[in-house]
């Protein structure tokens, strides 16, 4: 496969600081006794005017030239050659004279200009495309790219900087050369310039050297808008954009949405959703900012390039759903991480910025009384959306329990059962005071009426919660019920006798229990942290079961809110899962729970297929939000 070097490793690349340039191209067939040909570069009207006979001379002449301009040199010119190129010709018309071969004209000719221009002569390195002279044999066809890549790649160390020319050879082997090139700049090589030389055979004084590196740089362009619509990565972008167009006045929109397009991605990078608003505006704004200069760029020198920018625009446009002349919703944003597989940047965006969205949507009322004093009670700011919803309304469904699962036979059967055994039950306080008061260790008595013995068993813990050592508490709240707190003990009891409304509401506390674990409540402990979705599942299982009494402040079908409550607690609790360190323990009740429309382990497939379905589903409220008016307004 050619000539053989040692590969420097990355570390001895680094320690040399520097790599080699060096020039790759396909030696063309000989030609018998061409004509030399001039070929217009930007060296024309000096001593450096390009000159050559066969393919390769003014491409390889032009590089040499190119680089001693800049204080540099071509140190290595990688060959690749063909079993034909390496063979020495005869011309049918002269057949008695034999000429060299194809590579041996090039090694001559290079030779002799390096000479000429006192500078240095490149190290020239055949590669072998079809043929291997070292065995005596050809390549085998479907071994050839694979070969030929590897010898490029084994001849090319980082930090080397590569040129190249695109004239010669077949163009399937052309299209490789462009392909290797791509893959080794992923590795830290640099491709430094790309050249063609044309031919005219109808005008010889059209011959030039076109500088085709400006083409190939809108690799980079499309890399740089895809890595952005797919990853919110702007990095390539960025450079390409530094490398072309900045610091000129006319780009000065571009160079603005750049900029704005970097924001996004570190914002994105980093899940900074509370600089997310601004920065959806400024994006969207910036857009349209650059479109308008569309047709104020004509140059010639960028024209392609200012073409396929600004078309993929739209394609920036059509990936944030934006085709419509809308502005970037916090939906679109979503389903875009979802779209680019950032599902922890989707999850985060949904948790933090949804809540916003159903509030500015009109799915609640925020300026509800009933919840407002929900609100007051946990010291929720209004424009506090995640803690409204996720802590005001939860708790506020919780607070009207009583009218979500009470039915009107349940209501008449409660007001039968405390009219029999309130004073039952004022009889049995005085028969088992000191039970009660904690001065005995006996059980209470068995009582036929099971209210009875529940009461009083409530009323003992009442009474052993807010007279416990050292509680300061001045008022005894017992559900909706506030009074001053009497002194001791006895004095509760006392109160008991005179206020059976206190009595009433234990009752009606018993019989709610009773009604929350036939419907399938989960348990709960009073301020444990470990219990908070149990608590939270809890006023979603009450909601489903509602007696037809929606919650004053929704604007949305009691579906949709159900289904709304459910996601949002599903996301929110996988979002805490992955974004926590050490992975909180669900309980298995919330589990067993989430198991039954969810998984509750952690799924990126799944939960990307949720959150698309809960997206989708937006449009669908919005239109029950609609038909709701429409209702109302033909009433």
């Known amino acids: 496969m050619g000539e053989t070097r040692e590969i420097k490793s990355t570390s001895e690349n680094n320690k040399e600081g520097k790599g080699k340039n060096k020039l790759i191209f396909f030696l063309s067939k000989y030609k018998f006794e061409p004509k030399e040909c001039h070929y217009k570069s930007k060296y024309d009207g000096g001593n450096n005017e390009i000159y050559g006979k066969q393919t390769p001379d003014a491409p390889t002449k032009y590089f040499l030239n190119y680089l001693t301009e800049k204080g540099k040199k071509i140190d290595d010119i990688l060959c690749i050659t063909s079993k034909d190129t390496n063979e020495r010709k005869k011309n049918r018309n002269k057949p008695d004279k034999e000429y060299e071969s194809a590579f041996e004209n090039y090694k001559r000719v290079l030779n002799e200009f390096c000479e000429k221009k006192k500078i240095e002569i490149p190290k020239l390195i055949k590669l072998n495309f079809d043929y291997n002279f070292e065995k005596g044999e050809s390549i085998d066809e479907d071994d050839r790219y694979r070969n030929l890549f590897k010898s490029i790649v084994d001849e090319i160390s980082e930090n080397d900087t590569v040129y190249i020319d695109y004239t010669s050879g077949i163009r399937d082997t052309s299209l490789l050369i462009i392909l290797m090139i791509r893959y080794l700049e992923y590795t830290g090589i640099k491709c430094g310039g790309m050249i063609y030389s044309y031919f005219d055979n109808d005008d010889k004084e059209n011959n030039k050297i076109i500088d085709i590196k400006s083409t190939y740089d809108l690799f980079e362009l499309l890399n740089g808008v895809n890595e952005f619509t797919s990853f919110g990565k702007s990095k390539t972008l960025s450079n390409y954009y530094n490398n072309i167009w900045k610091d000129k006045e006319e780009y000065k929109e571009i160079s603005e949405l750049i900029e704005t397009m970097n924001d996004?991605?570190?914002?994105?990078?980093?899940?900074?959703?509370?600089?997310?608003?601004?920065?959806?505006?400024?994006?969207?704004?910036?857009?349209?900012?650059?479109?308008?200069?569309?047709?104020?760029?004509?140059?010639?020198?960028?024209?392609?390039?200012?073409?396929?920018?600004?078309?993929?625009?739209?394609?920036?446009?059509?990936?944030?759903?934006?085709?419509?002349?809308?502005?970037?919703?916090?939906?679109?944003?979503?389903r875009w991480c979802l779209d680019n597989d950032l599902i922890q940047q989707a999850l985060t965006l949904y948790v933090e910025k949804m809540p916003e969205y159903y509030f500015n949507s009109n799915f609640f009322n925020i300026n509800d009384e009933n919840l407002n004093e929900t609100l007051e009670s946990l010291k929720i700011l209004k424009d506090n959306y995640i803690d409204v919803f996720y802590?005001?309304?939860?708790?506020?469904?919780?607070?009207?329990?009583?009218?979500?699962?009470?039915?009107?036979?349940?209501?008449?059967?409660?007001?039968?059962?405390?009219?029999?055994?309130?004073?039952?039950?004022?009889?049995?306080?005085?028969?088992?005071?000191?039970?009660?008061?904690?001065?005995?260790?006996?059980?209470?008595?068995?009582?036929?009426?099971?209210?009875?013995?529940?009461?009083?068993?409530?009323?003992?813990?009442?009474?052993?919660?807010?007279?416990?050592?050292?509680?300061?508490?001045?008022?005894?709240?017992?559900?909706s019920l506030d009074e001053d707190k009497p002194k001791d003990k006895e004095g509760f009891l006392s109160l008991l006798f005179s206020k059976e409304e206190i009595i009433s509401e234990i009752v009606d506390n018993i019989y709610l229990k009773k009604k929350l674990k036939k419907i399938g409540t989960l348990s709960t402990k009073k301020n444990d942290i470990e219990y908070t979705y149990n608590k939270k599942i809890n006023s979603i299982i009450i909601l489903s079961t509602n007696n037809k009494n929606m919650p004053s402040w929704s604007n949305i079908r009691l579906k949709d809110l159900i289904l709304l409550m459910e996601d949002y607690l599903y996301f929110k609790i996988m979002r805490n899962q992955i974004n926590h360190a050490k992975k909180s323990k669900l309980t298995q009740e919330v589990e067993a729970y989430l198991n039954k429309k969810y998984k509750s382990n952690i799924d990126a497939g799944y939960i990307k297929q949720k959150m698309y379905i809960s997206i989708n589903n937006i449009p669908e409220v919005l239109q029950g939000i609609e038909d709701s008016k429409e209702i109302a307004s033909t009433v």
């Open 264 to 334: 996004f991605s570190d914002m994105m990078s980093l899940c900074m959703v509370e600089d997310i608003d601004e920065i959806m505006k400024k994006l969207n704004q910036k857009i349209i900012e650059a479109e308008k200069i569309k047709n104020k760029i004509n140059s010639n020198e960028n024209q392609l390039m200012n073409y396929m920018f600004f078309n993929l625009i739209k394609e920036i446009k059509k990936k944030f759903y934006l085709e419509d002349g809308e502005e970037i919703t916090y939906i679109n944003l979503i």
């Open 391 to 479: 802590k005001g309304i939860f708790k506020n469904i919780l607070n009207d329990t009583k009218k979500y699962i009470l039915t009107e036979e349940d209501i008449k059967e409660l007001k039968s059962v405390k009219n029999k055994i309130i004073k039952k039950i004022k009889e049995s306080i005085f028969k088992n005071k000191e039970y009660i008061l904690g001065k005995e260790n006996t059980s209470i008595q068995e009582y036929k009426e099971i209210y009875i013995k529940e009461t009083l068993d409530e009323i003992k813990s009442i009474i052993s919660r807010e007279y416990k050592k050292g509680n300061t508490n001045k008022k005894i709240k017992i559900y």
